[in-house]
């Protein structure tokens, strides 16, 4: 029987190499996964490019990493609530390859189907296609490294004819992900927001190692309930039902904002 089942996360990631391309599901914080990054920072792996959503927040998710300047290259669509991110960046310390959500989406999702490239309208018209977003500063207000223009191209869809920019599909070395459930065959199971982006970097990486809140018997799984089959996925921990997990704001509904009564002194 195959067994994709590894012991510890420090075991699952223990040769991910310097330099190594992870791709890192999560959707703002939902759904990191959290042990795997952790073990990865204990064991120092540094000069990572990485793909995905977003980069945490300065003291969760991949912002652990980031803190610890562990990251040489960021490819995400949303870079807000991480004030280390800003600093690097714009000082020179970070590269950022800033893309469209539904373009970052695909472009992982392609890459884990085999198809190296597709066309799509999202970017046309701006400097996503014609080149120039600064991808690296030079610390002193300058841009070191801006974005390539891409193939922009006419097709007629439904009758009409309009312009497509062409975006390369990704393909990492790795891939990091969390699930509610698995199996030790590495079918897997997501919650909620957390299937967001998990499944598409689970996909894109040439490996895939995913941590699991509940590892169960192979056929336990209804088939009909699997959201990513195991195919995509090489190795699997368990870290329980109980792992922290974080909500970037906390906020209530005006109605109960009202209800509550304001606190003495304040």
Known sequence: MIDKTYASATEAVADIPDGASLAVGGF????????????????????LSIVSNNCGVDDWGLGILLNAKRIRKMTSSYVGENKEFERQFLSGELELELTPQGTLAEKLR?????????????GVGTQVAEGGLP?????????????????????AV?????????????VTDFALVHALKGDRHGNLIFNKAARNFNPLAA??????????EQLVEPGELDPDQVHLPGIYVHRIIEV???IEKRIERRTVSAEQAA???MPEGA
């Open 28 to 47: 703002g914080l939902s759904g990191n996964p959290i042990a795997l990054i952790e073990a990865l920072l204990a064991q120092g792996t540094s000069d």
């Open 259 to 261: 209800s509550r009564p």
């Open 158 to 170: 439904t009758g009409v004819e309009r312009d497509y920019v062409l975006e390369e599909a990704i």
């Open 203 to 212: 996909m894109a990486g040439k490996v895939c190692i995913a941590q699991v």
């Open 240 to 242: 329980g039902t109980d």
């Open 135 to 155: 991808r690296r500063y030079d610390g002193q207000g300058g841009v070191a490294v801006a974005s390539p223009v891409k193939d922009v191209r006419t097709f």
């Open 110 to 122: 392609a890459g884990g189907s085999g198809v190296g490239a597709f066309y799509t309208q999202t």
